[in-house]
Structures are given as structure tokens and as C-alpha cells.
């Protein structure tokens, strides 16, 4: 709540002091915006989670979509301890993978406000998903000596993979510090539904580690598990500051 009451006020504010009472700050038909985040009192206040894009079809009614993709790669090498080789040393590699995206098409109805503040309220839905990639080295005793040392790759698929759908039902408001740009802020109540992936684990056995007996379970490469299913249902709110230019 604190939150949203100070992110709040900064965007009043900022259109409360503008300096042109000229009226004309509003789109008409046709017009569109993009819009990103602002987080004036942090590090990098300038921040962009996704892209909003919205296209008025008259001067209250406007359909709005925001998309984002995301993907990250961490490499690193793993060193293990061993006498197999000259240098006493075995290595390997570690990595991770990730990829996201979420779209959120919507509908918005704006109302009379003021010259500046154009107040307003609408419908979206919210689709997204995640899937993820982990390859872990592992060092292992080959020859019952602590210093020969092998090495075991575990693959895993999907941990902390999702698939997500929900709607919201969302109020805000757009202030115009000048033409063609505002800050605004918005909340909203409605409800996700997230089905988690099938998590996959696989391992890759040396040639020396000891070979598991036909028809028992191997504990490195289990059957898929499936990582459940989630539901929430309230409010929700962006803290951050919803700064955009219309064009």
C-alpha cells in the first residue's frame, strides 16, 4: 500500500505542477503510445519489464497490448581435483538457460478527468510462460581413492518452467506533464492460473562408474515429475511509475 501511494503521488504531482494549463493534452483517434517504466528514486530509473503499446480508436476508447521476451545464459567452469591428469585437475563446464515471454492484450475506457489527467478503466488477459535449461558437472570418485576423480553431467529440463493465464481487471490514470508525454500509475484485481512444466532430469555416466543392473530404477535419470499446478486471485500492482509519449 505504501507503495502505491508514493508512486501515486510522485505522478499527481508531477501533473499537478505542470507549467501549460493550454488544453489539447489528451490523444485523439488514431493515436498510439509506448510506454516503459520509471522508478525515479532507484539506480537505474529508467527500467523496461515489457513493452505497452496502445492504439486509440477514439478519444476514451483505446485497445492496449503489452509483450515481453526475455532470455538469459550463465556459463561457468567447474574444477575438479584429481590425478588422472598431469595437472591434477579436471574440467568442466556448467550452464543455464532461460527463456520467458508474457503478452497482455486489453481494452481500456477512458473518462472525463481533467485536461491533464485522464482517468481510466478496462479489462486485459495475461498469458505468459518460461522454460529452462541446466547442465551441472558433478565430480566423481572413480577408483575408491579421494584424488581420481571423474566426471557425471545431470541435465535438467524445464525446472522452473511454466505456462500462465489469468485476467485483470485494472483502473488507472494517465497524467500529461506536457504534450504528448504522461505518467501514470495502475492496479488492478484478477486472478492466474500457472501449470508448471514436467521436470526432466537425465545423467550422463563416466565409462568407470559401475553399471546400474538391468530392471532396477536408475536414481540419476527419473521418470518426468510433474512440478504442479498454482492459483491466485486478488489484487496486484506495478510500483513503478508507467512513463510514456504519444505519437
Not at 230 to 237: A, C, D, Q, R, V
Request: glycine letters at 10%; proline letters at 5%; charged letters at 20%.
Amino acid at each position: 500500500m505504501k507503495k502505491l501511494l508514493t508512486t501515486a503521488a510522485f505522478a499527481l504531482a508531477a501533473c499537478t505542477f505542470g507549467v501549460a494549463q493550454d488544453a489539447g493534452f489528451k490523444p485523439d483517434a488514431g493515436a498510439n503510445s509506448f510506454e516503459l517504466n520509471f522508478v525515479p528514486l532507484n539506480g537505474k530509473p529508467i527500467q523496461l519489464t515489457y513493452i505497452r503499446y496502445r492504439r486509440f480508436f477514439s478519444p476514451t476508447m483505446a485497445l492496449r497490448l503489452g509483450v515481453g521476451v526475455s532470455f538469459s545464459s550463465q556459463k561457468a567452469d567447474s574444477v575438479f581435483a584429481s590425478n588422472l591428469t598431469a595437472n591434477t585437475n579436471i574440467t568442466s563446464g556448467y550452464k543455464k538457460t532461460t527463456m520467458g515471454w508474457e503478452i497482455k492484450p486489453g481494452i481500456e475506457k477512458h473518462m472525463k478527468g481533467t485536461d491533464r489527467l485522464s482517468p481510466y478503466m478496462g479489462f486485459e488477459l495475461d498469458i505468459a510462460g518460461a522454460s529452462t535449461k541446466e547442465v551441472t558437472p558433478t565430480g566423481l570418485d572413480a577408483g575408491g581413492t579421494t584424488d581420481e576423480v571423474v566426471i557425471m553431467t545431470e541435465k535438467n529440463k524445464s525446472k522452473g518452467g511454466f505456462f500462465r493465464i489469468g485476467a485483470n481487471l485494472v483502473a488507472g490514470f494517465d497524467c500529461y506533464i506536457t504534450h504528448h508525454l504522461y505518467l501514470g500509475s495502475e492496479f488492478g484485481f484478477g486472478f492466474q492460473m500457472v501449470n508448471y512444466s514436467k521436470y526432466e532430469k537425465t545423467t550422463a555416466y563416466p565409462s568407470t562408474y559401475p553399471t546400474i543392473p538391468a530392471g532396477t530404477i536408475d536414481p540419476g535419470n527419473p521418470d518426468a515429475v510433474t512440478q504442479g499446478k498454482e492459483m491466485n486471485i486478488g489484487p496486484n500492482f506495478n510500483s513503478a511509475i508507467r512513463l510514456g509519449w504519444v505519437f
